[in-house]
């Protein structure tokens, strides 16, 4: 699996893509499902298997992080498809789903070197007895999470310190994949769903595939970090 630049710029075709970095050189049959750039600006992003007969091969990906020099850490292996990803406002605490455990686990942060220790579930949903997985993952000002639930149809707003369930956002599409805050202001949260394997067109999932914008919920996003390329130790590495 590869993580690439797109040069919009490039005048041909064939210099518009250039490879950064190659992430489980020891599989063939993985791929890039989930990622997010912390506040340093390193992208953590995750792998997960290959699907037959519409079930992932569990264990086979894993979570990396990649710095600015293109270092490439492997910080949890093996997970079996890795998802949602979200930092805490003070970057203490880092936020991770495995989709198949049907868990949300919290880690000790350290934003100085991207380090994580110590994890612990802060949300199951065995304990609420919810269908479907956690998908993508937000978090909010107020430090509470946002979950896409894959096969609940719903958006689930989760305070992750007294583990509890907030608010529960119906969703008219029974595959959500994932969200993000957006808008002016950061408190529209847009919520994407997936038509695969859903019976889009019939009166059973007619809005499957497309992404919503729900309003009002009281609450503002963070501003996305960018990854931030160190250009010349790139260009050096690579002449």
Not at 24 to 47: E, H, P, Q, Y
Not at 99 to 109: A, E, L, V
Request: positive net charge.
């Amino acid at each position: 699996m590869t993580l690439v630049e797109f040069d919009f710029t490039s005048a041909t075709s064939k210099k518009n893509i250039q490879t950064l970095t190659t992430v489980d050189t020891n599989r063939l049959d993985t791929r890039f499902n989930d990622g997010k750039v912390d506040t340093a600006g390193r992208f953590w992003g995750g792998t997960m298997g290959p699907e037959i007969d519409n079930k992932v091969i569990i264990n086979r990906g894993s979570l990396y992080k990649i710095d600015n020099r293109l270092l490439t850490t492997k910080i949890i292996s093996p997970v079996s498809i890795s998802n949602g990803i979200a930092w805490n406002i003070d970057d203490s605490k880092f936020y991770y789903i495995d989709s198949p455990t049907r868990k949300i686990i919290s880690y000790n942060y350290y934003s100085l070197d991207g380090n994580i220790t110590s994890p612990s579930v802060v949300f199951d949903f065995d304990e609420f007895n919810l269908t479907g997985v956690p998908d993508g993952m937000t978090i909010d000002t107020d430090d509470n999470l946002w979950v896409a639930n894959h096969g609940g149809g719903c958006v689930l707003n989760i305070d992750p310190r007294e583990r509890r369930i907030l608010k529960i956002v119906q969703i008219p599409a029974s595959r959500v994949t994932s969200l993000t805050f957006g808008g002016r202001l950061l408190d529209t949260l847009f919520v994407t769903t997936a038509s695969l394997n859903t019976k889009q067109g019939n009166s059973m999932e007619p809005y499957a595939g497309r992404v919503f914008s729900v309003k009002g919920l009281g609450v503002r996003g963070l501003v996305p970090n960018k990854f931030k390329l160190n250009i010349l130790n790139f260009k050096k590495d690579n002449n």
